[in-house]
Every structure is written in C-alpha cells, then in structure tokens.
C-alpha cells in the first residue's frame, strides 16, 4: 500500500498538481485519483514518479507499512 499523503505531498513540494502528473503518467486525472486512492500504481508509473518527483526513498513511500 501507498503513503498517498507523502505521495502527494510531493507533488506540492516539486510544484505539480494532480493534473500535471496525471499527463506526465499519460492517465487521465480521474484514472490518477482511482489509484491514489486504491494505493495502486504499476511498476513504469512508480518509476516516472520516482524520477519526475525526485523520490530519494521510494520505498518509503511506495511500500508503506502504515498509511496515512
């Protein structure tokens, strides 16, 4: 499961929206919220993310144990 908070609030902290990453990941930004919120990306969009949100910790993020 996902830290969708962390998760978002690194695209606040890099200064994208919901919007920008929906396009960078070519989704729509309703297709992005479904899997923010079911904590569900496949493995080529969690690399993007990775590299356009500059993640040092992925797993941090990618494979949190609690979620908030």
Same mark, same amino acid.
């Given at each position: 499961?996902?830290? =969708?908070?962390?998760?978002?609030?690194?695209?606040v =902290?890099?200064g994208? $929206?919901?919007k920008?990453?929906?396009k960078? /990941?070519?989704?729509s930004?309703k297709t /992005?919220i479904?899997r923010l919120n079911r904590? #569900?990306f496949? $493995?080529?969009?969690a690399q993007i /993310?990775v590299? $356009? /949100?500059?993640?040092?910790?992925?797993?941090?993020i990618?494979?949190?144990?609690r #979620? $908030?």
């Amino acid at each position: 499961m996902i830290d =969708r908070n962390a998760l978002k609030a690194e695209f606040v =902290r890099n200064g994208y $929206t919901q919007k920008d990453i929906a396009k960078i /990941l070519n989704i729509s930004e309703k297709t /992005l919220i479904s899997r923010l919120n079911r904590g #569900v990306f496949g $493995t080529d969009e969690a690399q993007i /993310l990775v590299e $356009t /949100l500059h993640i040092k910790n992925p797993a941090a993020i990618f494979f949190a144990k609690r #979620v $908030t």
